[in-house]
Structure formats: structure tokens, C-alpha cells
């Protein structure tokens, strides 16, 4: 479908201000968690050189989540702003439980043929109902609810600049729910994986509550003819979600790149370490340092140009043993300290 003519009213650089300024007047008040994880821990800083280091919670996805664990982890860490992961925050927000999951995990080896059409239409009833409970219990969550987890963040001394809803197969009523929500925490916008179906579905709603829909890569970039421009003329509200690793690992290009050229319309960069496509094991996930992505060839770019942009660790490969997705994130974090500062 074409964009709305709508769309045209404002400009980028008016909307994207805008949305920052939103974005930033969240009010800020004090938790009793908080403050109690305050006098545990120093309040984090991962800020060098004016380049924002932060990471996606997806990071720590081997180990046990929720707002108060994540939280734990920045602080252990040393992060201060993140890519807040959905799932987490929905369940500390009392999101209803899915039944079906745990249906979908019975050992059905032995079980006849009629017994396991049966378990079928069961699953299937459950999840038709979760769903449903879901979107009633989205659409009608009280914002206090949602206040009191951006306390706890904001006493923590982190920033959620982003949340990962990945909303835009939901009904138009829960994607107004997911910007409402991602606002009322702070975020500039909300994330999902990049396609022209997706675009298109979130660009109006990010217009209508002035935030970002910011996209996500993977190996798109190593399919000839695939191009940011397609969807950035869709809204000046579309932004991305460089995803340098992926980009690098699947095309051998340097990322800077793409950098230089959609600087204005990234808003965040994934940051991992890969080998190259040519390399054997090729386009591979590896403890950073042993890789071939330039990653100091990006910080330095930012550093240098001073451009807006997070960069967000994304923790991708195996944890060694011994260690722990924390630990790990935390070496990351050095690991751009040394560079930038």
C-alpha cells in the first residue's frame, strides 16, 4: 500500500526530535527495589568516548529472566541503557501464562495416532485461548503497573531505549499497546525484524504516538538488489537496527558502510564478532577478539562523527566453561572501553 499522505507533514529531522523529546519526559521516581539494588551495587556507566554502550537482553537468555534479574545482570555488567526484551517485561507486567507450551513439551512417543489428534486440538484450544487472554490483558493494563517498572530501571541508573515487541502480526489495538507501553518506559521505539509487510504495518502507529519502528537485520545485505531505501521511504519514522555482525558476517563488507551512508536513520547497532563469509567455519559467531568484525573500526567512526547512535551488545556465542552470559557481557563492554576511552 502507499504510505499516508499524513506522512509527509513532517519532516525527519522534525520527527525524530520530537519523539527524542518524548521520549526523555518520562517522570522519574524513586522504588523501594531500587533503591535497595542501589545501595548493593554502584550505579553502572557504559558511556565512553560519547559513544552509548549497551546491550540487548536477548544477551542473557541462558540465564533467569524478569525485570529484577535484568536489572541484576546490567549492574553486574557495568550497562546502562538496553534493549529491553518483551517477554521480560510482560512478565513482571502479571502477562497471563501459556498453557499450550507446556502441552507442546509431553513426550508423545508412545501415545496412538487418535491420542495424538486429540493433544493436537487441545493445543490448539489452549492457544486460541492464551492469545485471547492475552490481548484482553494488553489492552487493558493499567499504567501504574508499567510506571513502577520504569522506576526500578531509572533508580538503577539504566535506560531502556528500546523495547523488543516484534508486534506487528498483533491486532491493531495491541500495537497501540506496545508504543504505549515502550513510551511509559522511556524508549525511543519499538523493535522488529525488517520487512516490507512489517514496515508498512508499524509505521503509522509509530507516527500516531511521535516514537520509532526500528528494524532489525540479519543476512538480508547478502541478497542482491536488498536495500535500507525501500523501507526508509515508507515514514521518516522508520529507523534501523544495524546489526553490524550479521552484516559483515554474511557479506564481507565493512560495516561502516552503511554506517556512513543511513547514519541519520540508525538508531541503534547490534555488535557481535564474526568471522567472514570466506573464512572456514565461515559467517561464525566467536568471543570477540578472535573474529573478523571490525568492531574498533565502528566505535572510532562513531566517536568521531559524534552520531547518536547505541551500540548494543548482542551476546551470540557459546558461554566457555566456567563462565556466564554476565561475565561474558561484561568482558564485552571492557573490550569497547579499551577502545574508545
Request: glycine share 6%.
Amino acid at each position: 500500500m502507499k504510505p499516508q499522505t499524513t506522512r509527509r507533514i513532517l519532516s525527519r529531522r522534525d520527527f525524530l526530535g520530537t519523539s527524542l523529546a518524548a521520549a526523555s519526559a518520562v517522570i522519574f521516581s524513586p522504588s523501594a527495589f531500587a533503591a535497595d539494588q542501589q545501595k548493593r551495587m554502584p550505579r553502572p556507566g557504559s558511556k565512553f568516548g560519547g559513544v552509548q554502550i549497551g546491550a540487548i537482553t536477548y544477551s542473557w537468555r541462558s540465564m533467569p529472566g524478569g525485570v529484577e534479574n535484568i536489572i541484576n545482570y546490567c549492574r553486574e555488567a557495568g550497562i546502562s541503557s538496553i534493549e529491553l526484551m518483551s517477554n521480560d517485561l510482560e512478565s513482571f507486567l502479571g502477562a497471563p501464562q501459556n498453557t499450550a507450551a507446556g502441552q507442546n513439551a509431553r513426550n508423545q512417543t508412545n501415545l496412538s495416532q487418535e491420542e495424538r489428534a486429540r493433544l493436537a486440538k487441545e493445543r490448539e484450544a489452549a492457544t486460541a485461548k492464551y492469545n485471547e487472554d492475552l490481548k484482553k490483558w494488553r489492552t487493558s493494563l493499567p499504567p501504574e503497573k508499567v510506571k513502577q517498572a520504569k522506576k526500578m530501571f531509572d533508580q538503577a541508573g539504566i535506560r531502556v531505549h528500546i523495547v523488543k515487541f516484534s508486534p506487528y502480526r498483533w491486532s491493531d489495538e495491541e500495537i497501540d499497546y506496545a508504543f504505549r507501553t515502550a513510551k511509559a518506559m522511556g524508549a525511543m521505539g519499538v523493535t522488529d525484524e525488517i520487512g516490507e509487510e512489517a514496515v508498512k504495518r508499524l509505521a503509522p502507529f509509530a507516527e500516531k504516538h511521535r516514537m520509532m519502528a526500528i528494524f532489525h537485520n540479519h543476512m538480508q545485505f547478502a541478497t542482491p538488489g536488498f536495500t535500507y531505501d525501500t523501507f526508509l521511504n515508507v515514514s521518516p519514522a522508520v529507523m534501523m537496527n544495524f546489526d553490524a555482525g550479521h552484516f559483515f558476517g554474511s557479506t564481507g563488507i565493512h560495516p561502516n558502510e552503511i554506517i556512513k551512508k543511513y547514519h541519520d536513520r540508525i538508531a541503534t547497532i547490534h555488535m557481535k564478532d564474526k568471522t567472514g563469509p570466506k573464512s572456514n567455519p565461515a559467517n561464525t559467531n566467536v568471543e570477540w577478539g578472535l573474529g573478523e568484525t571490525p568492531i574498533a573500526d565502528v566505535l572510532l567512526l562513531l566517536k568521531k562523527e559524534k552520531w547518536p547512535i547505541n551500540v548494543d551488545i548482542e551476546l551470540e556465542y557459546p558461554v566457555p566453561a566456567g563462565s556466564d552470559a554476565v561475565k561474558e557481557v561484561k568482558k564485552c563492554v571492557e573490550f569497547c572501553r579499551k577502545i574508545l576511552s
